[in-house]
C-alpha cells in the first residue's frame, strides 16, 4: 500500500539526526571562521567589530536553526500533530464513504 510506505518513509526520515562528527565539523568551523575575522585587517576598530559581530550573529543564527531542525517533532520550529490528525481523519471519511457505497453498490 502506497500509503503506508510513506508513512514509513516519513517515520524513518524522522528519526534521522545529524550525525556527531559534522556537528562537531559545524561549531569548529564557525569558531575557526570567527577567529580568523581577528587575521583580516580593517583600519577602524568600530568597523572591525561591527563585522565581526555580524559574522558572529549570523553563524550563531544558522547553527541554532539547524540544531532546532534536526528533530522536525520538538523544538520551537516543529512539526505539530494536527496536520495528520486532519490528514488521518479525512482517510477515514473516504474509507468509510467508499465502504457504504460498495455495501450499497
Not at 75 to 86: D, M, S, T
Request: neutral net charge.
Amino acid at each position: 500500500n502506497d500509503v503506508n510506505d510513506l508513512r514509513t518513509n516519513r517515520l524513518t526520515s524522522a528519526r534521522f539526526r545529524i550525525p556527531l562528527t559534522l556537528k562537531f565539523l559545524l561549531y569548529n568551523g564557525a569558531v575557526i571562521l570567527v577567529g580568523s575575522m581577528f587575521l583580516v585587517h580593517i583600519e577602524s576598530l568600530w568597523l572591525h567589530c561591527v563585522v565581526t559581530s555580524s559574522l558572529t550573529g549570523a553563524l550563531a543564527h544558522i547553527l541554532y536553526l539547524i540544531h532546532d531542525l534536526d528533530d522536525a517533532f520538538t523544538g520551537n520550529l516543529q512539526v505539530g500533530p494536527a496536520p495528520f490528525e486532519r490528514a488521518r481523519d479525512s482517510f477515514g471519511r473516504v474509507a468509510r464513504l467508499l465502504a457504504s457505497e460498495q455495501a450499497t453498490g
